[in-house]
């Protein structure tokens, strides 16, 4: 079965320096592959290259058997890969069903002239979200009125709504409680039973080693090494994450 995303020697320069050199790995559909690293280690850029954000100095990215490299960040979208910000990007003055929506809007003609069908978008956000078992329990609440759980939780139900077969989670537990941390966790093994391929980013070990079908470790913008859960521990991927195991 080939790869849903392979990113094949990828490099990217900023002037004379060298944030990212020869990162390789593939991500699988129904699998979590966390990429691993400290702040500074180039995890930012690789997304950003798998995303569109950026183009790569060299290397490539292949996506459901297509080559994406080059391509702009919404034509990346639209061919199914999803990113997940820390920001979330969402509109805390809108409620869920007005953010599953945010800039394709559903509309409705009402005497020749359009009007946001709200009904019909809160609607959607209530069923995608009970998708993943999440149940918010006024739709029609602004989302800066909800738990940080219930807000990643939308984010994420957009990417699924949007039909995307590979979601890049950026550090999605980074500002939650612990209760809150085991509710991503468990969206994510969710979208896994889905088919959905998923890149997340992380420093935390816990959150590592809860999601991950495979670690990839990269320090100082190179692949330090790649693991499964079961054949290491904290302390060998802490080590990589130093670079001590280049």
């Not at 991500?27 to 950003?48: F, M, P, Q, R």
């Not at 969402?90 to 509309?107: F, K, M, Q, W």
């Not at 602004?142 to 995307?164: E, F, K, N, T």
Request: glycine content about 10%; proline content about 4%; hydrophobic content about 45%.
């Amino acid at each position: 079965m080939s790869a849903l995303l392979e990113a094949r020697g990828l490099k990217k320069r900023f002037g004379g320096n060298e944030a990212v050199s020869n990162v390789s790995f593939v991500v699988n559909a129904g699998e979590c592959v966390v990429l691993a690293g400290d702040n500074g280690a180039g995890k930012s850029t690789v997304i950003k290259m798998i995303s569109g954000v950026y183009t790569p100095t060299e290397g490539e990215v292949h996506f459901d058997g297509r080559l994406i490299t080059g391509r702009s960040a919404e034509a990346v979208r639209s061919a199914g890969i999803e990113t997940i910000y820390q920001d979330l990007a969402l509109a805390d003055n809108l409620d869920p069903g007005l953010n599953l929506y945010l800039g394709r809007e559903r509309t409705r003609r009402i005497l020749g002239l359009p009007f946001l069908d709200r009904k019909a978008m809160r609607r959607d956000a209530v069923d995608v979200l009970k998708s993943l078992g999440i149940v918010v329990p006024d739709p029609t609440l602004p989302v800066r009125d909800l738990s940080g759980g219930q807000r990643q939780s939308i984010a994420i139900a957009r990417a699924i709504h949007w039909q995307a077969k590979l979601v890049i989670m950026d550090e999605p537990t980074a500002a939650l409680g612990v209760p809150e941390q085991r509710e991503v966790m468990a969206l994510i093994g969710r979208l896994k039973s889905q088919g959905v391929g998923i890149i997340l980013i992380s420093h935390n070990l816990p959150d590592i080693f809860a999601a991950a079908d495979r670690i990839i470790v990269l320090a100082r913008g190179v692949v330090a090494g790649e693991r499964r859960p079961s054949e290491t521990n904290d302390e060998e991927i802490v080590r990589m994450m130093m670079g001590a195991t280049l």
